[in-house]
């Protein structure tokens, strides 16, 4: 079994900043690809930011300049800050993890939870 649990939203104000952390746990061997997601009422999950098992991050146009991805690979786990957050980056927050829990198995999906982020003054 593996889980991924974010943590880390809130509310916070435009132009605030805040830091999501997810943590992957259970029966891991290795993380591929990392990403994080976003829903916001009424409309379609969206990619936010990727990040390869190397480092490597693309984000979403939207969010380019404000937003900024990493992980630590040894704790598995992948951080999103957030920075001059605007009322439309209202979303709940998902992570998502590709990988594998045997040396031999096949790349899975995983989703977190979600965590709730809500911009507003």
């Known amino acids: 079994q593996v889980q991924l649990v974010e943590s880390g939203g809130g509310l916070v104000q435009p132009g605030g900043s805040l830091r999501l952390s997810c943590v992957a746990s259970?029966?891991?061997?290795?993380?591929?690809?990392m990403a994080w997601y976003r829903q916001a009422p009424g409309k379609q999950r969206e990619l936010v930011a990727t990040?390869?098992?190397?480092?490597?991050?693309n984000f979403a146009d939207s969010v380019k300049g404000r937003f900024t991805s990493s992980r630590d690979n040894a704790k598995d786990t992948v951080y999103l800050k957030m920075d001059s957050l605007k009322p439309e980056d209202t979303a709940v927050y998902y992570c998502?993890?590709?990988?594998?829990?045997?040396?031999?198995?096949?790349?899975?999906?995983?989703w977190g939870q979600g965590t709730q982020v809500t911009v507003s003054s």
């Open positions: 990040i390869s098992s190397g480092g490597d991050t």
């Open positions: 998502f993890a590709s990988l594998k829990s045997t040396p031999s198995s096949w790349l899975k999906d995983y």
């Open positions: 259970g029966r891991i061997f290795s993380i591929s690809t």
